[in-house]
C-alpha cells in the first residue's frame, strides 16, 4: 500500500500544505494568504482561528485534488513562524491574536531583560534578546494583565492549529524544541524551561508549555476536524518544528559543517555544529537547535537581504515600459570585476538585527560617474556575501575546530548563478544548488513520516529525497580580491555609527 503524510508550512505571508507520497513525492499542494493585521504603528497580529482556518482548508483542498483515500494518510505535521506567540485558556482556545515576530510592541522590555543579565540570557537560550517570545510575555504581562490573567499557557501558531486540530487542553500545550532559543526563558542545551530566569523576570512557570521533541506524537485528528478536513478520525499529529528548523532540515542540513544560505525575501546563512556554543560575545549567531536531536544551526540573518535586489530592480531601474529584467543585469553585472570597481553596498534597510543595531540603515560607498547600474547590481550581491563573511568569522571564532566544506543553497536567489559565484568566491567555500526549492514542507513531511515509523531515519530520508544538482567552485584569485573589501564593509559600522545616530535623530 502506497502511503501518504500530510506537510504544513503555517507562514508569514500564508499557509502552504503538501501531500507527500513515501517516495518523497509532492502528489498535491494547496496555499492560503494570511491576513496580518495592522492597526497602527509597530503592531502586527493575525487572528488566531484563522490560522488553523487556513490549515483546515488546505488539508481539504489537498486530500480533495488527490483524490487519495484518508485512510493512506498516516499522519500529519505543521512548521510555522518562530518568534511570535498566542496566549491560550485552560480549554486550549486562544485568548488573544497571534503577536506576530513582526510586531515590536515588545522593544519596550528588551532593557528591562538586559538589567537580568544579557550575557545569561544568551548562554542560556542561544539568542540574543530580540522581538521574540520573552519580551513579548512580558509586555502581556505589563501592558494587558487581565489578559495575561486568562492566559493559561503561551504557545506557538503552529502548536496551536495542532492543538485545535487534535482538540487538546492548556496541560497538553506543548513548545518543541527548535524554538527555544527564541523562548527567552529556556535553558536550551538542557531542553528545560530555566526556573531561574522566569522567576527574575517575574513570570509563572505555569504559563509555559511543555518542551518535546519535533516527532512526538502529539495527538490524534478529532471527529469534528476530520469532518472538516476530510482526514480520517484519529490520524496521528507530530509536534513538527519551526520553520526555518525545517527549511534547513529539508536542505539536506544533517551533518557538523554543513553550511545553508537560505537566499529568500532575507537572507539567511547557518551552519550545522554538534556543540551547543552561544554567541555571548559578538551578540550575532542565534544558536538554534537542529531538528537532528543533538545538533544545532547556528545562524544569522539580513531582515530583507533579498529585497534590496527587487528594490533596486523595482524602484530604482524600472519606470512605465522601460522595464529591466533581472537576465539583462546578471550579463551586466557578470563583466565586472570583484569589488564591482570599489563600490560597497550596505544591505540594512530596515535596521542590522544581527547583532541588533536599529541604527543602522542601507547604503553604498565609493560611488563613482564610472558605476553603471551593473555596478550598483553586482554590489548588492557582494553585500550579502560581506555580511555572511563576518557570520562566519564569528562561527570559526566559536568553534575553531569546524571544517566547513560545502554551502547549500535554497531559495529564489539560489536560481542566480552569478549570485552564488559572488558567495562563494567571498566565502572561499563551493556552494551547490540542490534538487527541492520549497524544504520547509518537505522537512515537516520527514518529520510527520518519521513520528510513525513510515520513514527509518530522518537524516537518511532527507538525503534519498534531496540531492545537490549544480556546485559553483571559488575562484581562488577572486578570494583574495576581496579581502580588502569584506575588512572595509566590517568597518563600515564603527567607523559610521555616528552618521547612522545623525540620520535616524
Not at 545553508?260 to 537547535?289: E, H, Q, R, W
Not at 534519498?464 to 559553483?472: D, L, Y
Amino acid at each position: 500500500m502506497v502511503s501518504y503524510v500530510i506537510s504544513i508550512d503555517v507562514g508569514t505571508q500564508g499557509t502552504k500544505t503538501g501531500l507527500l507520497r513515501d517516495d518523497g513525492i509532492f502528489i498535491a499542494e494547496a496555499f492560503l494568504p494570511s491576513r496580518l493585521i495592522q492597526p497602527e504603528a509597530n503592531v502586527v497580529e493575525q487572528v488566531a482561528d484563522e490560522i488553523v482556518d487556513s490549515c483546515i482548508q488546505t488539508i481539504r483542498s489537498v486530500i480533495d485534488q488527490s483524490g487519495v483515500d484518508s485512510n493512506n494518510i498516516v499522519s500529519l505535521a505543521i512548521d510555522g513562524q518562530m518568534a511570535g506567540i498566542i496566549g491560550i485558556n485552560q480549554s486550549g482556545h486562544a485568548v488573544t491574536p497571534y503577536d506576530s515576530w513582526l510586531d515590536q510592541r515588545c522593544g519596550a522590555y528588551w532593557e528591562f531583560l538586559r538589567g537580568l543579565g544579557e550575557k545569561k540570557i544568551i548562554s542560556l537560550t542561544g539568542c540574543p534578546i530580540t522581538y521574540a517570545h520573552g519580551p513579548k510575555i512580558l509586555w502581556w504581562k505589563h501592558e494587558r494583565p487581565e489578559t495575561y490573567a486568562n492566559i493559561a499557557r503561551f504557545v506557538l501558531p503552529a502548536a496551536y492549529a495542532v492543538m485545535r486540530l487534535c482538540n487538546l487542553n492548556a496541560e497538553e500545550a506543548f513548545i518543541d524544541y527548535t524554538y527555544l532559543h527564541f523562548s527567552g526563558f529556556a535553558d536550551t542545551h538542557n531542553r528545560s524551561w530555566s526556573e531561574d530566569l522566569l522567576h527574575a523576570a517575574g513570570i509563572d512557570p505555569a504559563k509555559m508549555p511543555k518542551i518535546v521533541k519535533p516527532f512526538d506524537i502529539i495527538g490524534r485528528i478529532s471527529v469534528e476536524m476530520a469532518e472538516a478536513t476530510h482526514l480520517k478520525a484519529g490520524t496521528p499529529v507530530a509536534a513538527g518544528c519551526g520553520d526555518t528548523a525545517a527549511s534547513i532540515f529539508g536542505a539536506g542540513v544533517t551533518k557538523p559543517g554543513v553550511l545553508v544560505d537560505v537566499a529568500g525575501t532575507a537572507s539567511v546563512f547557518a551552519c550545522a555544529v554538534d556543540k551547543f556554543v552561544p554567541d555571548t560575545a559578538n551578540k550575532t549567531l542565534l544558536f538554534a537547535p537542529s531538528v537532528i536531536d543533538g545538533l544545532y544551526t547556528p545562524m544569522a540573518y539580513i531582515n530583507g537581504g533579498g529585497l534590496c535586489i527587487k528594490w533596486y530592480k523595482d524602484q530604482i531601474l524600472s519606470a512605465g515600459s522601460a522595464m529591466v529584467t533581472y537576465n539583462e543585469l546578471e550579463e551586466e553585472a557578470r563583466a565586472l570585476p570583484p569589488g564591482s570597481e570599489n563600490l560597497l553596498f550596505v544591505p540594512h534597510f530596515a535596521g542590522r538585527v544581527c547583532p541588533n543595531d536599529g541604527m543602522v540603515r542601507g547604503s553604498w560607498l565609493g560611488l563613482t560617474l564610472r558605476h553603471t547600474r551593473g555596478h550598483l547590481y553586482r554590489s548588492i550581491m557582494e553585500g550579502i556575501g560581506y555580511e555572511y563573511h563576518l557570520y562566519l568569522d564569528i562561527l570559526k571564532q566559536s568553534i575553531p575546530e569546524l571544517e566547513t566544506k560545502q554551502i547549500l543553497a535554497v531559495g529564489g536567489g539560489a536560481k542566480s548563478t552569478l549570485m552564488r559565484q559572488i558567495k562563494s568566491d567571498i566565502l572561499g567555500i563551493p556552494m551547490a544548488t540542490i534538487s527541492r526549492t520549497d524544504t520547509g514542507v518537505l522537512g515537516t513531511g520527514i518529520i510527520a513520516g518519521y513520528a510513525v515509523g513510515l520513514f527509518d531515519s530522518l537524516e537518511n530520508t532527507v538525503e534519498k529525497f534531496v540531492r545537490p544538482i549544480a556546485t559553483n567552485h571559488p575562484d581562488t584569485n577572486a578570494t583574495k580580491s576581496y579581502e580588502r573589501f569584506c575588512t572595509a564593509y566590517s568597518d563600515n559600522f564603527s567607523a559610521l555609527k555616528s552618521i547612522y545616530q545623525t540620520l535616524l535623530l
